[in-house]
Structures are given as C-alpha cells and as structure tokens.
C-alpha cells in the first residue's frame, strides 16, 4: 500500500509540480503587475456563500476573487498561478491551481496533466480520471428542462428532502439523489446528451487530449457541480489501490467556473481550476519555500491543437526525466513564445507545429548561436539528456 506522504513532503512535490507544467507563484505575478498602470477596472461583488458553491470551501472560485482583487488582469495576458491553503474547518494541507483568461480546452488538460503528475509523485501512479461535461449556459438550460421533466414524472418516488430541493433548483435534487445513491439518479437524463455543438467540441477535445496522452478515464454523468458555479468540463481523480478503501487520500477536484463569475461580476472572463487536497494531514506550522531550480535551458514553443498536446506530455516526460523547462502552452502566438523564451536567455527552443506533429519530430532551436535540427520524438529526450548535461 502506498503511504500517505507528509504534509511537507505533499508541498515540496505540489509547488515543484506546479512550476514545472507553468503555474507561477501568486506573489510574484502580484510584484509584476504593481509595476504596471492600467485603467482597466474589473470587480466582483462575491462574498463567502457565492465561493462556497464550488463545494470546495471556496479554494476554487477565492482563486479568480484573487485575480480581480489584486487585479492580475493588468497582464494582458493568461494568467496561471499557484496558491498552498489550509482547509477551513479540518486544517488539512491543499494545492490550488488557477488558470485565467483561456476558454479553450487546453485549460482542463493543463490541469489534470498537472495533477495527475503530482498524483504520480505521490506514489499513486494507478489512478484514473473521471470526467464529465454540463457544458455551456444553453446546454445546462436543455438538460435542466429535461431533467425537470424526468423527475416531476416521478415525484411520488422521491424522498421528501429531494422534494424541498426542486423548489431550490433540479441540481440540487440530482446532486442529493447521487450523493444516497437513489435509484432514480441512476436513471436520470445524461447532461452530455444535452450539449451545444460548441461544448461538444470543448468536450470532445479534452477525450482527444485524455486518449493521446493515454490516460486511464471514465465519463461519468453523474459528476455534477453546483449549476451557479461550474460550466463546461469537471474532473476528479481517484487512486486505485487495491489498498485503499473509503476516502480517498488525495481529493482532486476540478473544472470550469466560468458561470461563478458571470454571476457575480458585470464582466466576463474564462476561469478553470483545480484543488488537490491531502487527507487527514494537518497544514504545517510554516510552509516551506519552492526549492530554487537550476535555470532551465529549454523552451518548449507550440502552434495548434495537436501540437499542444503533444507539447504538454512532452513537458510531462521531460519532468519524469529530471529536466527543467519553460513553456507556455496555453500561448496561440509562436512569435510571442520564441519572444519569452529569448527574454529568459533560454538556449534551446523546442518547437512543434503543425507539420512536426504530423511527422513526430521536433525543432531543436539554438537560440545562441541561431541554429537549429529536426529531432525525432523517439529520441528527442536522450537528445536533450545529451546537449543539457552540464
């Protein structure tokens, strides 16, 4: 069986994960953006009850309220930051990771790429992830109907306290029907039956991405989220040990939460995220600090769909291999990724476009001395073991 790790040990491996798939530090993005003045005002008028509608003590929405208030929208850019917490109530140890300002789907596969890895670090490598889709405010408004429709067939079924919840709204019925395990949850409507072509697509891609990277997955329709917080894709990850019996010693939970902020903003913004919880173990007394890295040498640069995810289990693989790396994935501009990588005096860029995915190579680049190779991606990582050995 594998042992619960320490809540320091579980810090060590979440900071260190999270930097190396892209997630930078809250205050250092905070002392990037005093430096900058803009006249853009964005606000939001949550208070605690909105936030703990992500059934997860407010980790999740606090991390966009974060956002706004100490207004990293001043970027221009996506932001994606990190944030170690203490559960309200329990005390115990969590990791939140926020990604602001991208809408498409590579959003949700940063996020269970990242916790997965640290799921791995761990030592819970047989895991698998279960997803499912509520889709867009036109998608849930279909399946709502339809589900309202199912029920109200049905009402001399159900257990008096479900029958207070429909005055509340039909999700909170569902959500108390799956949580005893009714029957009638059972047989309920699939909300994947009730997307919009855009959300199918949002959808569809993210199974692409879980099926490239060859994940274990199951869909699974009755992960449902609080209709005023989530939208889009949720997601959760559940160890399989044979060992490992009643609660889970890792709770990750995580979706899109773009409808929190639509309803408690007059502005809109695209919010995913993901909270990694480490089970009956206290937070420390003091957390301790992100292990400075070696500066990495390399860049990995992308163009497309396809190569964003071949980018991104690169990035995975060369973590597996101890090798740092820069990256930007959630970038659409190939200029304004080779700019970054020039301005952090990186030496090798990595680049996948459109053709080297199709051919399964990379683009070695020199940024130094302005050459650059095509490497194939079956030995790209003992490539890269070689010209990073110092």
């Known amino acids: 069986m594998t042992p ?179 029957e009638l949850a059972g047989r309920s409507p699939n909300p994947l039956e009730y997307l919009s072509d855009q959300s199918r697509r949002h959808f569809r891609e993210i199974i692409e991405f879980l099926d490239m990277s060859q994940t274990p997955y199951e869909i699974d329709p009755k992960l449902i989220g609080n209709h005023q917080c989530y939208s889009e894709a949720l997601f959760t990850i559940e160890a399989l040990d044979p060992e490992v019996s009643g609660e889970q010693p890792i709770l990750v939970r995580g979706g899109r939460y773009d409808t929190f902020i639509s309803r408690v903003s007059d502005d809109t913004l695209s919010a995913a995220g993901a909270v990694v919880v480490l089970r009956g173990k206290k937070a420390p007394a003091r957390i301790p600090q992100p292990r400075k890295d070696a500066k990495p040498l390399l860049f990995v640069v992308q163009l497309g769909f396809g190569p964003k995810i071949r980018s991104l289990l690169l990035v995975n693989d060369l973590k597996r291999a101890g090798i740092s790396v820069l990256q930007d994935v959630v970038s659409d501009s190939l200029s304004t990724q080779l700019q970054k990588a020039e301005d952090r005096g990186i030496r090798y860029a990595l680049i996948i476009g459109q053709k080297e995915y199709i051919d399964k190579t990379v683009i070695v680049r020199n940024l130094h001395a302005r050459s650059q190779e095509f490497v194939s991606m079956d030995s790209i990582l003992s490539y890269l073991k070689r010209i990073t050995r110092v």
Do not use: W
Not at 119 to 135: A, P, Q, R, T, W
């Open 4 to 182: 619960t790790p320490s809540a320091i040990d579980f810090l060590k491996a979440s900071t260190q994960t999270a930097r190396h798939f892209g997630f930078e530090e809250l205050d250092k993005i905070k002392a990037s953006v005093a430096r900058k003045v803009s006249e853009e005002n964005f606000t939001h008028k949550a208070t605690a009850s909105d936030k703990r509608t992500d059934a997860l003590h407010g980790m999740l929405t606090g991390g966009v309220c974060t956002y706004i208030d100490n207004r990293l929208y001043r970027t221009n850019e996506p932001v994606l930051y990190y944030s170690t917490n203490t559960v309200p109530r329990t005390g115990e140890t969590a990791l939140s990771l926020h990604v602001l300002g991208v809408p498409k789907s590579i959003a949700e596969a940063l996020l269970i790429q990242t916790t997965r890895a640290l799921f791995e670090d761990l030592g819970y490598s047989d895991h698998v992830v279960k997803i499912n889709s509520l889709g867009d405010q036109d998608s849930v408004a279909r399946y709502a109907r339809e589900l309202t429709h199912y029920l109200k067939k049905r009402m001399e079924e159900l257990p008096q306290p479900a029958r207070e919840l429909m005055k509340e709204h039909v999700f909170s019925t569902l959500m108390y029907l799956i949580d005893k395990d009714h």
